[in-house]
């Protein structure tokens, strides 16, 4: 009985593991009329580097967009120098090798500090944190997300609190910043117009632009009849997790996983998008 259990047990973490670290990554393309040759890496989370510059390689785009989420954890967390975030500069060295890298932040780069900023910066990467960026005839541009606004906030009013804060404020009247800083967007810029959004709830507030590309949902963790579980931000069985939308907004399903559930008929993917010929 004990040698039944315990085989039954090894068998389930083996069957578990397997879904969950050795679905291997995927390349997904679109083409849309008067696009740039861009890749979208969305949700890298600290993942592993080298089969995603293997793919860019390969797949030789003009423009490398991250629309948040390259780091993994929550305060009070360590920045980009440490064990933990040890793949990201890495991943940015690389890539920026190929491409011109753009980067928009999301809700887990509310863990960075100017430190992590300026290195970012330093692997010649772009940040867009609410603003336009003109790279020949196209505008790009990243919508930063709420928690870092609110990250922010909480530190300009609070300076005497440690590097790194629990998402939980511990000041009892905080008010949290829940929505993104929409006023940079508008007037548009003149020209094909990209936005990096790393949260596709953000969607139905954003003005109408020629390409969308976003991440977070994680394609819903667990796919069934072609539709996501859960995304945070949207709860169960959300609308935005995966794929194309009204032909201009784009959704990656993210280059790994960060949870013990395992992704289910949902596996990572780099998302290519090339103008129409
Ligand atoms: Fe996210």
Known sequence: MFLFESVCKRSLVFFYFSLKEVVPLTETFYTLPGAPRLAVLGDFHNGDPLPILRSLEKQKPDIIAIPGDLVYGSPPDHGLMTEQQKNVLPLLRGAAGIAPVFFSPGNHESILCREDWDAISSCGVQILDNRWVR?????????????????????LSHPSCERYIRRRYSDESWVPIREPDLSWLEPLPEGYTVLLCHHPEYYPLLPR????????AHGGQIRLFGRGLFA????WFPKYTCGIHDGRFIISRGLTNTTWVPRLFNPPEIVYIFPES
Not at 137 to 155: C, D, P
Request: positive net charge.
């Open 209 to 216: 632009l020629n390409l969308i590309v976003s991440a977070h």
């Open 135 to 155: 790279h020949g005839n196209i505008w790009l541009g990243g919508l930063t997300s709420h928690y870092v606004l609110n990250h922010r906030a909480y530190m």
């Open 232 to 235: 945070p931000g949207q709860g």
